[in-house]
Every structure is written in structure tokens, then in C-alpha cells.
């Protein structure tokens, strides 16, 4: 199977648990990028059982919405029973890294209120330690040269993402050369340096489930107990 063929079978995958674990009438959060993009084509099929969703980027809401499927303000929705996004990396505690697509800080924002994180990925995303993928930062533009000098005191390489705005208008800076031995610490860490909107690490909240595709089919991975 190439690598769309398991992004296919893991958004099936997810959209089969969606199907079990969202009641009827649910409102559902909906990740962003390729991966998440497969699942809401499936996601189409259900879409009666389903009252909307909520999207993570503008991207998403514009797929959604050209599916038939109806797009909440989150401002407007009290609960969600499930988040179903892709990852960058994951690793076996099931902190991801994000932010590929850009979109880290509205993921963050759905996935914090959802009950059940659903990552959804192919094998290429399963890391023993999350830092091989650059780490995206969301950095409000005034910010982006205060920021870069402080990420190259943690020992990275920022590099803006050229041409590249957020839909919250701000800038992207992917940071390079981190090895992140403890990703709840650095999540925290970055947290606390002013100018950085949000980071791509999802390591406090992590995922809850895993749906990992390889070529032996779909695995579940839950979140391993602390
Ligand atoms: C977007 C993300 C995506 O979930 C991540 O980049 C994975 O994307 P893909 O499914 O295309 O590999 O965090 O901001």
C-alpha cells in the first residue's frame, strides 16, 4: 500500500469509530491536513447520524461544508465527544508533534475540549522521540526575531516558513535540531516565552487513541495508563 492507500484505510478506520463512539446527533471536532482530509470524505457517509462539526482551520471548514456537512462556532458548541486529527509524529505516550499544515493553534483550541482525541496516521508518524519533523511555532509577527533568538538558546534552528500566514495572520517558524527527550517540559517551556502564539507540541494533552496504519491493516493504540 503507498502511503495515501493507509491514509485511506485509517480515515475509514476513524470514521468506523466515530460511528460507535459519537451518539447520535453529536457534534464532532475535525482536524487538518492530508490525513484529515481523507477522513472527512469518509466522514461524508455519515453525515446524518452527525449535527456538524466543528473545523480546525479554514481549509477544513471549506471541505466540510462542500460535503454537505454543517460548520459550528466553537463558541457555539458545549460539547465534543471526539476529535479526529493527523499528526506530524507520535510517540509511544502518544505526545504528538503538529503543525505541519499550520493550523496548531486552532487544533489545540478544538482538541482541548474535546472528550476523545483520535490520532489518526500512517506508520511513518510512529517515532520512539518526536523532533526529527521541525517543530512548528505560531509567532505573532511583531515577535518573530524575539522568538528566533530565544529558540536558538534552547539549541534550534528556527526557519520561517516562507509565505506562509496562519489563518489567524500570524507567521509560522519551523524549528529545527530539537531532540525532545521530554515534551510535556518543553511544551510548558515554550508556553512561557512571549511572542509564541502556540507550539506544535501535544504532549499535555495529548492523544487518547491511536488509529496506525501499516500494511498489515488498521491498529488501535490507547493512550498507555500513568
Ligand atoms: C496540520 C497538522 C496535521 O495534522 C499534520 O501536519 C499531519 O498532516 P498530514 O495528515 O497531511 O500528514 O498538524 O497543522
Redesign the pocket.
Known amino acids: 500500500m503507498n502511503q495515501d492507500q493507509l491514509?485511506q484505510a485509517v480515515a475509514r478506520a476513524a470514521c468506523e469509530y466515530v460511528a460507535v463512539k459519537a451518539p447520535t446527533g453529536a457534534i464532532i471536532g475535525v482536524?487538518?491536513?492530508?490525513?484529515?482530509n481523507f477522513f472527512i470524505d469518509e466522514l461524508a457517509a455519515i453525515k446524518h447520524r452527525l449535527d456538524g462539526a466543528v473545523a480546525s482551520s479554514e481549509a477544513t471548514k471549506r471541505r466540510l461544508e462542500g460535503h454537505g456537512i454543517r460548520v459550528l462556532d466553537l463558541n457555539d458548541v458545549d460539547a465534543l465527544p471526539v476529535y479526529v486529527?493527523?499528526?506530524?509524529e507520535i510517540d509511544h505516550g502518544l505526545a504528538m508533534l503538529?503543525?505541519?499544515?499550520?493550523?496548531?493553534t486552532r487544533?489545540k483550541i478544538v482538541a482541548a475540549m474535546a472528550e476523545i482525541f483520535v490520532c489518526v496516521c500512517d506508520q511513518s508518524k510512529w517515532v520512539q522521540t518526536l523532533g526529527k519533523f521541525p517543530l512548528p511555532l505560531e509567532v505573532i509577527p511583531m515577535a518573530r526575531a524575539q522568538v528566533t533568538r530565544a529558540l536558538l538558546q534552547l539549541g534550534g534552528q528556527p526557519r520561517l516558513r516562507e509565505g506562509f500566514i496562519t489563518d489567524n495572520g500570524n507567521l509560522i517558524l519551523d524549528v529545527h535540531g530539537l531532540t525532545i527527550s521530554d515534551p510535556v517540559a518543553l511544551e510548558n517551556r515554550l508556553d512561557h516565552i512571549v511572542g509564541i502564539v502556540s507550539n506544535?507540541l501535544f504532549a499535555r494533552r495529548g492523544a487518547d487513541v491511536l488509529l496506525l496504519a501499516d500494511a498489515d491493516g488498521v491498529k488501535t493504540i490507547s493512550r498507555p495508563v500513568t
Open positions: 491514509k482536524g487538518t491536513g492530508s490525513t484529515a486529527d493527523g499528526a506530524d503538529k503543525g505541519g499544515g499550520g493550523a496548531l487544533e506544535g
